[in-house]
């Protein structure tokens, strides 16, 4: 069996995250062909242009370790109804050199988790935007504006509780793994041979 190697990158940094244990939950019951690891982002500095001449260590850690992956899955919460500055940092911070992206046609998803109903529909598509900007293509559904989400929402190992939210996060790691699966495929039985 094919496994591919998923890079998470988690849009908060608090401690107590609710999207970071969304995504640890996910890791922990992905699909069989998923091999899943959060790639850190709360170290990279501000994206600053002149950088790209000699970027700092922080920079190239990430980028290697997107580029090293088979897909990303963003798992992120909703500020003021947006993207937090955080992972769009690190977005761009991917995204440069000019012509380097790491994002460059690597297959994503999206999750956005919340307290409130809207479940981060906000931030979700602000990632979305950028995504489809930088060839990444992106898993259209299910769609994962996960609401309602709180400390409750998981047992005291931080993993999903039972229930309709698991069902779900289910569902999406599998999905996401037809997803990848599809696109390299595609990309395999395309290759000029
Ligand atoms: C929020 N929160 C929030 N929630 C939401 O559904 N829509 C929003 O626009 C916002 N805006 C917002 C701004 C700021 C600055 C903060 C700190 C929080 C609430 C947010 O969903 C909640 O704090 C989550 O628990 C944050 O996700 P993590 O850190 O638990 O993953």
């Given at each position: 069996?094919?496994?591919y ?20 939950s ?19 500095p ?24 088979d ?14 500055g955080?992972?769009?940092?690190a ?24 307290p ?7 931030a ?24 309602h ?7 005291t ?23 990848v ?13």
């Amino acid at each position: 069996m094919v496994r591919y190697k998923i890079a998470i990158v988690v849009g908060s940094l608090r401690k107590d995250s609710i999207n970071r244990k969304v995504a640890l939950s996910l890791c922990a019951m992905a699909d069989e062909r998923l091999d899943c690891a959060i790639v850190p982002i709360g170290d990279l500095p501000l994206y600053n242009q002149d950088s790209d001449a000699n970027p700092p260590a922080q920079y190239t850690r990430f980028r290697k370790e997107i580029a090293a992956a088979d897909g990303v899955l963003f798992v992120t919460p909703e500020y003021n109804r947006g993207v937090p500055g955080v992972l769009k940092n690190a977005i761009d911070v991917g995204s440069r050199p000019y012509g380097k992206s790491v994002w460059n046609q690597m297959p994503a998803a999206i999750v956005s988790a919340s307290p409130g109903s809207i479940g981060g529909f906000g931030a979700n598509h602000q990632v979305r935007q950028a995504a489809v900007f930088l060839n990444m293509p992106v898993m259209q559904h299910p769609e994962a504006y996960l609401g309602h989400v709180n400390d409750d929402s998981f047992n005291t190992d931080g993993k999903l509780k039972d229930g309709p939210l698991k069902d779900l996060v289910l569902s999406l790691s599998k999905a996401f793994g037809d997803w990848v699966h599809l696109i390299h495929e595609s990309r395999r039985l395309l290759a000029p041979q």
